[in-house]
Structure formats: structure tokens, C-alpha cells
């Protein structure tokens, strides 16, 4: 079975500073997808970026990159400029032939 | 407007109620799926729906009964349930023959069983 790890239960950044996000992942299939999520206090989880695993270049939407790194099994968030509304729960996830499999989460906080 | 809209967003009940959650996408999506956040823990998923058909229920107890009468639409029907399903229940949705792997979330239903 995929599992998904997410080993920062909190995390902290300053406002205009970069944070990194880190989550690996324990798979045998080859193709598959990852996401970041996000979970402000509304509760909606809202996808912030996807990667396909058969893509090397890493996925880039606005602020938001990815480090994806295959053979570590490692899929890191990076928040470029870090504004007050990031503030929230990221949640790792994957998914290959089955089910979506989500990790634990990361609180990230965000100060002036 | 969110695209994935879900109520009761707050419901409090007692361990003989019945209740139930309901859950409405406006996207045009034809699978629908019924999650479960607790504390500390990874998101679980509990019901699968693609077309209607229940497709997946991961060894989700019976005081759970999950109801798609249409692609739109799905329900949570409770009963008798335990303290330690107290939770956040989340609703989502997908396309299932364009991408399957992308889901679009509801603001969930936060529920207290008391």
C-alpha cells in the first residue's frame, strides 16, 4: 500500500520569506500523481499544485514550486514570498492506480 | 461559489440520533466521494461513487450510509453512532472519464457525536 509522510507537524515563516514544505512517498508503481492541498480555516481543501510522476521538470504555479525528486521518493513544496492568507494546513497527496492517499498534514503559520 | 457545497457545515448529535449530511456539486462532475478528517491522522477515504454506482467503501461500520440519487448529488445518512466518529466530513467530486485524479473539495460538515 502507498503511504504518504509529512514529517513537519508545524511550521513557521515570515511574512515575505521562503518556506519549504517537505512529504515522501512509498510506492512500486511507476506512473502515478502527487498534489499539494491546502486547508485554510474555511476547512475547503483547494488544490495548490500537481505533479505528474513521468514529468522531470518540476511543476511551478505562481508562488507555488515543487522539488520532485523520483528516486527519493521526495515531493517538497516551495513558498516563494510568503503572504498572511498561505496560512493553513498543507496536505500532501498521492495517487496511482487507486485511491488518493493523503499524508498527516503540516500547519504552516505565517508572522510579520 | 465554491463548486462543491455541503451542509450542515456544524451538527452536534447524540449517540441514538439520526441524521444526515448532504452534499451538491455545481461542476458537472460524475464521481463523487465521502472523506473523513480527524485529528492527527491522514484524510480516510469512506465511500466512492463514479455514475452513480457505489464503487468503493473501505470497511466503513454500518451506522454510515452513504446515498447518490444522482451525479450531483450524495448523502450521509447516520445513526447510532460513537463519540470517536466525531470529525470533519468532506465531500468531493471529479470527472471521471477526463481527470480523475484531480478532486475539487467541499468545505465539509464538522461533526460532534456526543
Known amino acids: 500500500a502507498q503511504t504518504v509522510t509529512q514529517s513537519q507537524p508545524e511550521m513557521s515563516v515570515q511574512e515575505a520569506e521562503t518556506v519549504t514544505l517537505s512529504c515522501t512517498y512509498d510506492t512500486s508503481e511507476s506512473d502515478y500523481y502527487l498534489f499539494w492541498y491546502k486547508q485554510p480555516p474555511s476547512r475547503q481543501m483547494i488544490l495548490v499544485i500537481r505533479?505528474?510522476?513521468?514529468?522531470?521538470q518540476n511543476a511551478t504555479e505562481n508562488r507555488f514550486s515543487v522539488n520532485f525528486q523520483k528516486a527519493a521518493k521526495s515531493f517538497s513544496l516551495k513558498i516563494s514570498d510568503s503572504q498572511l492568507g498561505d496560512a493553513a494546513m498543507y496536505f500532501c497527496a498521492y495517487r496511482g492506480a487507486s485511491k488518493l492517499t493523503f499524508g498527516t498534514g503540516t500547519r504552516l503559520q505565517v508572522t510579520l | 461559489e465554491t463548486g462543491v457545497t455541503q451542509t450542515p457545515r456544524h451538527l452536534v448529535m447524540g449517540m441514538t440520533n439520526k441524521k444526515s449530511l448532504k452534499c451538491e456539486q455545481h461542476l458537472g462532475h460524475n464521481a463523487m466521494y465521502w472523506y473523513k478528517q480527524s485529528a492527527k491522522k491522514p484524510l480516510e477515504l469512506m465511500f466512492v461513487?463514479?455514475?452513480?454506482?457505489?464503487?468503493e467503501n473501505n470497511s466503513v461500520p454500518s451506522r454510515f450510509s452513504p446515498e447518490c440519487p444522482n451525479s450531483s448529488h450524495l448523502f450521509l445518512h447516520l445513526h447510532t453512532l460513537q463519540p470517536e466518529d466525531s470529525a470533519l466530513y468532506l465531500c468531493?467530486?471529479?470527472?471521471?472519464?477526463?481527470?480523475?485524479?484531480?478532486?475539487?473539495f467541499g468545505s465539509g460538515t464538522q461533526l460532534s457525536v456526543l
Open positions: 468531493a467530486s471529479s470527472q471521471v472519464d477526463r481527470d480523475t485524479k484531480k478532486l475539487f
Open positions: 461513487y463514479n455514475f452513480k454506482e457505489q464503487t
Open positions: 505533479q505528474e510522476a513521468y514529468k522531470q
